[in-house]
């Protein structure tokens, strides 16, 4: 049964869409289409940034409401959430083919979370602080205000977590929000937006509007609009940056990735290539993961070892049907995307890598845009598939002599999202983590922790999202001098 939805979420409520064009979201899995909602143009951009604005405006509004009031309404949002996670997170992977093993965790829960977490930020952050002047003459009064409205724009292979991400903080911190969904993963946006309804944020408070670039790219640009926090490629990442450079405006990216898991010369093979921890830091999401550890880094000492383990393991993940529960790989998101991760195989095999496992399409299921698990050794740091972000399951095992040489390769990157390593001794990997440069580092699969800034450097992006210094990002200051 397919779903046709007629309206987008604007102040509240769902109301007709100006434009008459549609976006239909097709099955990674089966390739039969999911069903549609009204692709929305400038006109309907504008009516929902007017939603938002009016509703920041309102002197009794959400802006101006006591931050305890506001968490009480995030709470409340959270707690429909939860009811409603199961049903998202199979409509996330309906659409993208995240297996449900990861989604129902990540999809399905994340976004209570995040809101349970920002609401109690909030009400612990002190709004103002009078604080004595740095010469001494008299006192400074220094006030956060909520930024104002806020342009979310996340990506399609985490569409619940990346939209949370944005709205948690913005939220908490009294703004008021305009979401466009990735264009490939719309359909879970609309139960998103039955939740808002459900928990009774006030009208305008969350506004969704549904569509692709140029959606997006109305939403940057308008002047009611005051703060971008976007998720997606570092290519998309820069013009928003330039866009916004121009206008001045603040903008959050959160872009590509490509970082690497060190495997130090304590480890003991087996047990870290079969754990649970090292498939979610390379493969989580079928490989369709900014954050995902793609460059395996291994110990000349131990090196076939490692490519062995690892090549055993690929064989053995299981590829199927991304509803299953057993499933671990799923479907690329899209018929382009799989042709885009191909094309990457391609190229690796004719720069010389070494296909050790994988590299076609598997002979089950029939239908489905999917790849088998890919792994290439003998790879050198410098070639396409070792630089580019590839997103897939698609993994390189690059020799290292020692741990400078490590760390040397692990940084040889454009990106600078994130990274492992793996190791026996907890104070090693901490050290070698301090010498990467990246915005997060896991030491032996930890996961993110959601009350930490999660972002990147260099070509990964640009500020940060959640924790403190997320929360911040939403709020403007003001010094009063006294
Ligand atoms: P994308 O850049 O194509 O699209 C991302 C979002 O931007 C979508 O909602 C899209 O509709 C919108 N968009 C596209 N062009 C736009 C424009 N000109 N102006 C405004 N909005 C526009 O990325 P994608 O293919 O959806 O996502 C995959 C990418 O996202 C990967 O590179 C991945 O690494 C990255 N990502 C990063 C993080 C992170 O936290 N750093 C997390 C997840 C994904």
Not at 116 to 140: F, K, N, S, V, Y
């Amino acid at each position: 049964m397919t779903i046709e939805h007629d309206g987008l979420f604007i102040g509240g409520d769902w109301v007709a869409p100006h434009s008459t064009a549609r976006i239909t979201v097709t099955s990674p899995a089966s390739e039969q289409p999911l069903g549609s909602v009204p692709h929305a143009d400038e006109e309907d951009v504008d009516k929902a940034v007017s939603a938002a604005r009016k509703a920041f405006d309102d002197p009794q509004g959400w802006a101006h409401w006591d931050p305890a009031r506001r968490a009480e309404a995030l709470h409340r949002f959270a707690d429909v959430m939860e009811q409603r996670s199961s049903e998202i997170a199979r409509s996330v992977t309906a659409q993208n083919g995240m297996p449900l093993m990861f989604s129902e965790p990540s999809e399905g829960r994340t976004s209570a979370f995040v809101l349970r977490h920002a609401a109690r930020l909030i009400t612990e952050m002190p709004p103002e602080r009078m604080q004595e002047r740095a010469d001494g003459t008299g006192r400074t009064l220094i006030r956060r205000e909520p930024i104002g409205v806020v342009g979310a724009i996340p990506a399609w292979n985490f569409p619940q977590t990346l939209a949370a991400f944005k709205y948690a903080s913005a939220l908490a911190a009294g703004c008021t929000v305009v979401l466009k969904p990735p264009q490939e993963t719309v359909l879970d946006a609309v139960l998103l937006a039955d939740v808002v309804k459900e928990a009774g944020l006030p009208p305008g408070v969350m506004n969704i509007v549904f569509g692709g670039a140029e959606t997006g790219s109305s939403l940057v640009g308008h002047p009611g609009v005051d703060k971008i926090g976007f998720t997606g490629s570092t290519a998309v990442g820069r013009l928003i940056a330039e866009k916004c450079a121009r206008l001045l405006k603040p903008v959050t990216l959160e872009l590509g990735g490509k970082s690497a898991a060190v495997l130090l010369d304590d480890v003991d093979v087996d047990a870290v290539v079969n754990s649970a921890a090292f498939l979610i830091m390379t493969m989580f999401n079928s490989g369709q993961a900014c954050w995902a550890s793609t460059r395996i880094l291994a110990p000349r000492s131990r090196y076939e070892e490692i490519v062995e383990a690892m090549a055993s393991m690929m064989g053995k993940l299981v590829v199927g049907d991304p509803m299953d529960p057993e499933t671990q790989i799923g479907p690329m998101a899209t018929e382009k995307h799989r042709a885009r991760v191909e094309g990457y195989i391609r190229k690796g095999v004719g720069e010389g890598a070494r296909l050790v496992t994988g590299g076609g399409r598997p002979q089950h299921p029939e239908k489905g845009w999917f790849v088998e698990p890919t792994l290439f050794a003998d790879v050198d740091n410098r070639s396409t598939i070792a630089q580019d972000e590839i997103f897939g399951p698609v993994l390189s095992v690059i020799p290292y002599q020692d741990e400078d040489d490590a760390v040397r390769i692990a940084n040889a990157s454009r990106y600078g999202l994130s990274g492992t390593v793996w190791t026996k001794s907890t104070d090693r990997g901490i050290a070698l983590a301090r010498r990467v440069h990246s915005g997060m580092y896991s030491i032996n699969g930890r996961r993110t922790d959601l009350g930490a800034p999660f972002g990147g450097e260099k070509e990964s992006g640009l500020g940060r999202e959640l924790g403190m210094e997320g929360l911040a990002s939403y709020q403007r200051l003001q010094s009063i001098f006294v």
